[in-house]
């Protein structure tokens, strides 16, 4: 069943990048994506933008006011001030309850797209083979274990596909963060060598120019 056994690779691929990068970053993302979308919820979310510029305007219009000398000037703009940060708090707060219910409700889709379709895959396709071994090429209490927990012997189960896919997903993402690490570092050594060798290379020169001393010390009348 090829195409199950790639959907169950990109499946444990996705597992292991969901845990990888966060369920925190990937619902921000999300967050910021929908905002740009053409729904109520963006117009609130330029609202609420307009809004804080609007609020830390007045609120520097007032701080180089005083209120003193300026007294009808500065209360106009200790109401406006007032109302606008009334009006963003509000804003604020509704767009902090449906944002709240947003990431509940991605929270929910991703795990049903991730692990709950993993465990659906696993009990609806648990007795069947994903693909069969040659006979004989291995002992049979290994065939058994391909087939856990319900597949017919000598053959691989999906529970035993799946738990290789995830194994070489995360020794191929150690793999390519090793050889980052190692390119990285490459590249600092490479730099600092270079960065001594210029200097070794201006250390032998003289910082200034020193002034030619005569050999014959005093010269005597």
Request: glycine share 8%; proline share 5%; aromatic share 10%.
């Given at each position: 069943?090829?195409?199950?056994?790639?959907?169950?690779?990109?499946l444990?691929?996705a597992?292991?990048?969901?845990?990888?990068?966060?369920?925190?970053?990937?619902?921000?993302?999300l967050?910021?994506?929908?905002s740009?979308?053409?729904?109520s919820?963006?117009?609130?979310?330029?609202?609420?933008?307009?809004?804080?510029?609007?609020?830390?305007?007045?609120q520097?219009?007032?701080?180089?006011?005083?209120?003193?000398?300026?007294?009808?000037?500065?209360?106009?703009?200790?109401?406006?001030?007032?109302?606008?940060?009334?009006?963003?708090?509000q804003?604020?707060?509704s767009?902090?309850?449906?944002k709240?219910s947003?990431?509940?409700?991605?929270?929910?889709?991703?795990?049903?797209?991730?692990?709950?379709?993993?465990?659906?895959l696993?009990?609806?396709?648990?007795?069947?083979?994903?693909?069969?071994?040659p006979?004989?090429?291995?002992?049979?209490?290994?065939?058994?274990i391909?087939?856990?927990?319900?597949?017919?012997?000598?053959?691989?189960?999906?529970q035993?596909?799946?738990?290789?896919?995830?194994?070489?997903?995360?020794?191929?993402?150690a793999?390519?963060?090793?050889?980052?690490f190692?390119?990285?570092?490459?590249?600092?050594?490479?730099?600092?060598?270079?960065?001594?060798?210029?200097e070794?290379?201006?250390?032998?020169k003289?910082?200034?120019?020193?002034?030619a001393?005569?050999?014959?010390?005093?010269?005597?009348?």
């Amino acid at each position: 069943m090829p195409p199950l056994l790639l959907l169950v690779f990109f499946l444990q691929l996705a597992i292991h990048l969901v845990n990888t990068v966060g369920a925190g970053a990937i619902n921000d993302l999300l967050w910021i994506l929908y905002s740009k979308l053409p729904t109520s919820t963006a117009a609130d979310v330029r609202s609420q933008s307009t809004l804080r510029r609007e609020v830390v305007r007045l609120q520097r219009e007032m701080n180089s006011t005083s209120s003193q000398d300026e007294f009808a000037k500065w209360a106009k703009l200790r109401r406006q001030y007032d109302k606008a940060s009334g009006e963003y708090d509000q804003k604020a707060q509704s767009l902090q309850t449906f944002k709240a219910s947003f990431d509940s409700t991605v929270g929910v889709l991703r795990w049903l797209g991730t692990n709950g379709l993993r465990f659906f895959l696993q009990f609806w396709y648990s007795s069947q083979p994903l693909f069969w071994l040659p006979k004989g090429w291995i002992p049979s209490y290994v065939e058994w274990i391909l087939a856990f927990p319900r597949a017919p012997t000598g053959s691989v189960s999906i529970q035993v596909w799946g738990v290789a896919c995830a194994s070489v997903v995360r020794l191929a993402a150690a793999a390519i963060l090793a050889g980052r690490f190692m390119v990285v570092e490459k590249t600092s050594t490479k730099e600092k060598k270079q960065a001594i060798q210029i200097e070794g290379r201006n250390g032998g020169k003289p910082k200034g120019n020193v002034p030619a001393t005569g050999g014959g010390g005093k010269k005597e009348l």
